[in-house]
């Protein structure tokens, strides 16, 4: 059974920086592209970066810029570095693959931009 386990989010000040890291289990996922996904409160999930197999990114445009993703040396771990972060960041955090499957959503990570 596939499982997405994202860690890493919590309450920052504005301009702060945070490290989300997702781990996969059950399936080795090294030859997927894979996302980081984020939905805030009364809005629809969105992409905010992308990475291929290759090690190829795309960024949302509201990220661009600020946001990092990256994979782990093992290929079943993706990062995501955001730096400057703003109060519009505020959502819940999950990867996924790309497409996304919903046979693989997780519980997410929360991160919350706020003075």
């Known amino acids: 059974q596939v499982q997405f386990v994202e860690s890493g989010g919590g309450l920052v000040q504005p301009g702060g920086s945070l490290r989300l890291s997702c781990a996969a289990s059950?399936?080795?996922?090294?030859?997927?592209?894979m996302g980081w996904y984020r939905q805030a409160p009364g809005k629809q999930r969105e992409l905010v970066a992308r990475?291929?197999?290759?090690?190829?990114?795309n960024y949302g445009d509201n990220v661009k810029g600020r946001f990092t993703i990256s994979r782990g040396n093992a290929k079943n771990t993706v990062y995501l570095q955001m730096n400057s972060l703003k109060p519009d960041d505020t959502a819940v955090y999950s990867c996924?693959?790309?497409?996304?499957?919903?046979?693989?959503w997780g519980q997410g990570t929360q991160v919350t931009v706020s003075s």
């Open positions: 996924n693959v790309w497409p996304p499957s919903n046979d693989y």
């Open positions: 059950g399936t080795m996922f090294s030859f997927h592209s």
């Open positions: 990475i291929t197999s290759g090690g190829s990114t």
